[in-house]
């Protein structure tokens, strides 16, 4: 593994993180707008 192969795994990871909260926070949101409209 070459040095710009770890900074590529690094930025990876980074991105990696930042899709899965991403996806969190539309499962939230999804969730908030089924109680929502659960209540009506």
Same mark, same amino acid.
């Given at each position: %593994?070459? /040095?710009?192969? =770890?900074? #590529? %795994? *690094?930025?990876? +990871? =980074? +991105?990696?993180? %930042? @899709?899965? &909260? @991403? @996806? /969190? &926070? #539309?499962? @939230?949101? !999804? &969730? =908030?707008? *089924? &109680? !929502? /409209?659960?209540? *009506?």
């Amino acid at each position: %593994m070459t /040095a710009s192969d =770890v900074k #590529r %795994m *690094k930025e990876l +990871e =980074v +991105e990696n993180s %930042m @899709l899965k &909260e @991403l @996806l /969190a &926070e #539309r499962d @939230l949101a !999804i &969730e =908030v707008m *089924k &109680e !929502i /409209a659960a209540k *009506k």
